[in-house]
């Protein structure tokens, strides 16, 4: 996919999110929406995935390590063609396989049941180790939130993944600066994050996450990294695409009402309408 493609999918992923969000009358639509350009890359652009056959043995691994933003993940597979977009409705509702957070029992292209906060980071490095010692060539991504690095356990499994050398991983980070309490630095400062992955022996790459140039080169960087993990910093904006959402920690885990969900549906038609005209 060229940008253009990859904006505009990432665009039907966001709406999918606010969609999904505001038919459950629960979730967390801000994580969602800042990470959507990262989702939309990995599944469109980056990784060995099959909708058609997702248990493929040499298939890509994701864990979504912050996995209360499960709607950016689910409205990503769904438009990637794992399962019906028309499902996303559904979210958190009795009886759906699309709950709250991911389960990998029920939901296809899931590769981890996630939510407990520190711990998706745990599993991707279980993975990756374990892709090493088979010897296979298969690649391990794990999303975190930037307040989520404030769980110890991130840190050990950072350690493991730095003395094992486990090239074959890409840490990402969602760096929006702002936690469900308010401002991550306010709150429990993780900064600098740079320094410390480097200090548990990874490659850091810094970019804008809604940079697609920067997405594609970060990725490439890190494909080229031999002998460390690499650690993407995201810098993004928590909201993004939604006017009211940007930059506010009150849309961490809250969903839009009816009138709020047509403003937010306006303002993702609107940049689908420019996106449309770069197009022409």
Request: glycine fraction near 10%; charge should be negative; proline fraction near 4%.
């Amino acid at each position: 996919m060229n940008n253009l493609e990859l904006k505009k999918t990432a665009n039907e992923v966001r709406k999918g999110i606010v969609t999904a969000v505001h038919s459950a009358k629960a979730g967390h639509p801000g994580g969602s929406l800042s990470a959507a350009d990262i989702y939309t890359y990995l599944y469109f652009e980056e990784m060995n995935v099959d909708p058609a056959n997702p248990k493929m043995e040499d298939r890509d691994r994701f864990v979504l390590s912050k996995g209360h933003t499960a709607p950016g993940l689910y409205s990503t597979l769904a438009n990637r063609g794992f399962f019906p977009v028309e499902d996303l409705v559904t979210l958190r509702k009795l009886g759906s396989y699309l709950q709250g957070h991911p389960c990998m029992q029920h939901i296809p292209g899931v590769d981890m049941s996630s939510g407990s906060l520190g711990q998706g980071i745990s599993a991707a490095v279980g993975m990756a180790l374990s892709g090493k010692l088979d010897k296979k060539e298969f690649r391990v991504y794990t999303l975190l939130g930037d307040g989520e690095i404030q769980e110890g356990q991130v840190w050990e499994a950072s350690m493991l993944a730095g003395h094992r050398k486990l090239d074959n991983l890409v840490v990402i980070v969602d760096n929006n600066g702002l936690q469900i309490d308010g401002p991550v630095d306010k709150v429990c400062s993780p900064y600098p994050i740079d320094k410390k992955f480097e200090a548990f022996n990874f490659h850091v790459i810094n970019i804008d996450a809604h940079d697609f140039d920067a997405i594609r080169a970060a990725f490439k960087e890190a494909r080229e990294t031999k002998g460390m993990p690499t650690a993407i910093i995201a810098h993004s904006l928590k909201g993004k695409g939604v006017s009211f959402m940007e930059g506010q920690a009150g849309w961490h885990g809250k969903a839009p009402n009816d009138e709020q969900y047509a403003v937010a549906m306006a303002d993702l038609e609107k940049i689908g309408e420019e996106l449309l005209k770069e197009e022409a």
